[in-house]
C-alpha cells in the first residue's frame, strides 16, 4: 500500500523559516517523481515544487528562490525547505508521488496542472505577520 506522511508543519512568523518533510513507503519510490503542492480555502491546489529521481526540480514562481525541494532516495523521503516565507504561504501543504508526471528540462508550467495518483493527508502550514 503506497504511503505518504508529511510531517513538519506549523506557524512560523513572515520571514522565517521552516522545513516540511515527506516520508514515503509501498511503492519503488526510486521510479517515481515527486511533489509538493499547497491548497488555502477557496482556491486550486498549487504546485509548488517537482523533483524528479535524478534531483530535476522546479518551482512555482511564487515560491522560486525561497523554497528548496528536495529528496533522499536511499531514506525515501523529500523535503521542502521554506525561507522567508510571508503570509501567502500560509496553506495546507501535500507530499504527491506520480510515476510518470516528471519534470522535464527544468519546465514549470509543463507541470503546474497535473494530478498526481499518490497523496499524503497534509501539513498545516501558518505564517503569521
Known amino acids: 500500500q503506497i504511503r505518504l506522511m508529511e510531517s513538519g508543519g506549523g506557524s512560523v512568523q513572515s520571514g522565517g523559516s521552516l522545513t516540511l518533510s515527506c516520508a514515503a513507503s509501498?511503492?519503488?519510490?526510486?521510479?517515481?517523481?515527486m511533489g509538493w503542492f499547497r491548497q488555502t480555502p477557496g482556491k486550486w491546489r498549487e504546485g509548488v515544487a517537482f523533483?524528479?529521481?535524478?534531483?530535476?526540480?522546479t518551482y512555482a514562481d511564487s515560491v522560486k528562490d525561497r523554497f528548496t525541494i528536495s529528496r533522499d532516495n536511499d531514506n525515501r523521503t523529500m523535503s521542502l525547505r521554506l525561507n522567508n516565507v510571508k503570509p501567502e504561504d500560509t496553506a495546507i501543504y501535500y507530499c504527491?508521488?506520480?510515476?510518470?508526471?516528471?519534470?522535464?528540462?527544468?519546465?514549470?508550467?509543463?507541470?503546474?496542472?497535473?494530478?498526481?495518483?499518490?497523496w499524503g493527508q497534509g501539513t498545516h502550514v501558518t505564517v503569521s505577520s
Open positions: 523533483v524528479n529521481a535524478d534531483g530535476t526540480s
Open positions: 509501498g511503492f519503488a519510490y526510486n521510479d517515481y517523481c
Open positions: 504527491a508521488a506520480d510515476p510518470f508526471l516528471c519534470v522535464f528540462e527544468g519546465d514549470y508550467d509543463q507541470i503546474r496542472g497535473v494530478e498526481y495518483d499518490h
